[in-house]
């Protein structure tokens, strides 16, 4: 048998089913990987070992009892997953990836509740920056996350842990949250899966106050990353902008309408990164769907963004963070009027109008996921800073926090690798509640452009 590793969740269920493999091998083969691997990446802040274990046993016991309807019904049973470290987890600390957190929660977060009576098993807590204040894998419990396919570069954040531990076999999923990008951006530098669903479609409680925060997953194929969502998915009241799990979508198009655009700001799309991801977008223009290639269709709205998460972290802060680039954030959004957040609401919601408009002449938008190559492990940006708007800390994403402010499904799936062996992320873009088309889409490309078997190229490195 292939390594487990790297399989997915079906080939998983199947390895269970016949026998072939036990929850409790499983998962004891992805903690022991932890142990060997995470010295050097620090993909997590806390490792639930002997919980986990635990689990394994009681999903081998109900295997045992009663079999492939066991796995029917509860479709992730035994699965080992992890969960990034701002979301409560019962029984397990939640530390936000601050100094001095400490907090064991008595109840899980709604997505994390679900994932478990579905029979997914939390093997630990990823890494995160300070409150995942930035678009890195910077964290001052363990220091940055690094690179599994260079460990000199971030893995991107601020799920950057998540990434990591996908890439590199550490569970068959992680969860991931998304304020600007947070799941996409590391899920591009790490060469995976990253799902932002529609806002709502999976429940962020506590929720966030500047209503950007999604919740997604990090996968290594795009049918899990379905199949994650499926289960986080339903209305949950303690979010203000949880919807109730959609109806069956309608028939897709067989022949998407799809723009392509280069670049929706500052900075230009690396060489190597514009030549993958429009290379991985002519693969959906053979394959019949048509693509059209459009200016930004919208001015960057970093300013709004910048007002938006800067008054959100500064509320309710009594003291000064201990990350001093979310320090000067803080600060910044402490200098803010009224006056100010209001237009950007008025601006958030203008640019709402203007996408959604877009999204009735495509079915899809697609572009380059980040248009910059992962940089130095520890740095919370590239360097040199990216100049707009008051602060540069998340400057340097133009592709992805637009579709925070406008609430749509977006998807990073590996569109390639540069010279130099770094992935590189394509970008699909849907209108809210069509996670479908996006989904479906990203499946189109995986199966015409695979990339799984690059991870087993991880499995041969030192850390490994």
């Known amino acids: 048998m292939a390594d487990p590793r790297l399989a997915s969740i079906a080939e998983v269920r199947a390895h269970y089913a016949d026998g072939s493999l036990s929850p409790k091998e499983y998962v004891s083969a992805v903690l022991d990987a932890v142990e060997r691997t995470d010295p050097v990446l620090r993909a997590f802040l806390t490792v639930a070992a002997e919980r986990a274990l635990e689990e394994a046993a009681a999903a081998e016991a ?57 029979g997914a098993i939390v093997i630990g807590k990823t890494s995160t920056p300070e409150g995942g204040w930035c ?89 899990d990353a379905a199949l994650l969502v499926r289960v986080m998915s339903g209305y949950d009241a303690r979010d203000p902008f949880s919807v109730p799990a ?3 979508p309608a028939p897709a198009p067989e022949r998407l309408r799809i723009g392509w655009v280069r670049s929706l700001g500052l900075p230009e799309p690396h060489p190597e990164v514009e030549g993958l991801a429009r290379s991985a977008v002519e693969e959906l223009a053979a394959a019949g769907h048509r693509v059209e290639e459009i200016a930004a269709p919208f001015e960057d709205p970093y300013p709004l963004l910048e007002v938006l998460l800067a008054s959100a972290e500064a509320a309710g802060r009594t003291s000064v963070p201990s990350d001093p680039g ?48 992962p940089f130095a492990a520890g740095l919370a940006a590239p360097q040199p800073p990216v100049r707009k708007g008051r602060l540069p800390w998340l400057a340097w994403t133009p592709g992805t926090y637009p579709f925070n402010l406008t609430g749509q499904p977006a998807i990073s799936v590996p569109a390639g690798r540069t010279a130099a062996g770094l992935p590189v992320g394509l970008q699909l873009v849907g209108a809210r509640h069509r996670d479908d088309l996006v989904l479906s889409a990203a499946e189109e490309l995986q199966r015409r452009r695979p990339w799984r078997h690059w991870y087993a190229e991880l499995q041969r490195k030192e850390y490994a």
């Open 135 to 223: 678009g890195a894998g910077v964290n001052a419990l363990r220091g940055p996350v690094r690179n599994p396919w260079d460990t000199a570069l971030t893995s991107g954040g601020s799920s950057s842990g998540a990434a990591a531990a996908v890439a590199t076999g550490l569970g068959v999923a992680a969860t991931g949250t998304d304020g600007a990008g947070s799941v996409r951006i590391p899920a591009a530098f790490c060469g995976v899966v990253g799902f932002k669903p529609t806002r709502g479609l999976v429940p962020y409680v506590p929720a966030s106050s500047e209503g950007l925060s999604h919740l997604g997953p990090l996968t290594r194929t795009v049918e």
């Open 246 to 248: 959609p109806p069956p």
């Open 326 to 373: 979310l320090a000067e954030v803080v600060e910044f959004g402490r200098s803010l009027s009224a006056a100010e957040l209001a237009e950007a609401y008025a601006g958030r919601d203008r640019l709402w109008a203007e996408a959604h408009r877009l999204m009735d002449r495509y079915d899809l938008l697609a572009l380059p996921t980040v248009p910059v190559l």
């Open 62 to 118: 109900s295997l045992v009892r009663g079999g492939r309807a066991a796995l029917a019904r509860r479709p992730l049973l035994g699965m080992p997953v992890s969960v990034k470290d701002l979301t409560r987890t019962e029984g397990i600390r939640t530390t936000r990836g601050a100094a001095g957190g400490h907090a064991v929660p008595g109840e899980d977060a709604p997505a994390v509740a679900r994932l478990r009576a579905a």
